[in-house]
């Protein structure tokens, strides 16, 4: 059974970085046509895809994060990255990762995912 797990959330200033880091168990990050994401979900609103990566290593972003936030992922250990840099109030949220398989590109559509974790807070402060 896969299992995600992330940390790395926390209460920051604008303008300052986090990292979210996702723990995979229970799936091979070598196996071919996986795609992995991280979505956010924030006060009131629904749950949106901001960052996802494919099995090649491809990428695709939120316009609204795009040029700040990086997606990585390290197959040897089977985590996933999101560095965050400067941050903005409306960056605060839930954040989850997710993972599914299947599919050639980088996903950012929710329902594309069956597989996610409990997610981590993120507040950042003016």
């Known amino acids: 059974e896969m299992q995600l797990v992330e940390s790395g959330g926390g209460s920051v200033q604008a303008g300052e970085s986090l990292r979210l880091a996702c723990v995979a168990s229970?799936?091979?990050?070598?196996?071919?046509?996986?795609?992995l994401g991280w979505f956010r979900q924030g006060p009131g609103k629904e749950r949106e895809g901001i960052a996802g990566i494919d099995s090649k290593g491809r990428t695709k972003y939120a316009d609204s994060v795009k040029g700040r936030f990086t997606i990585y992922r390290d197959s040897a250990n089977g985590t996933l990255y999101l560095q965050m840099n400067d941050l903005k109030p409306e960056d605060t949220g839930m954040y989850y990762c997710?993972?599914?398989?299947?599919?050639?590109?980088?996903?950012?559509?929710?329902?594309?995912?069956?597989?996610w974790g409990q997610g981590t807070q993120v507040t950042v402060s003016s």
């Open positions: 229970g799936i091979t990050l070598t196996y071919k046509n996986y795609y």
């Open positions: 997710a993972a599914d398989f299947g599919r050639d590109d980088p996903q950012l559509w929710v329902g594309y995912y069956n597989h």
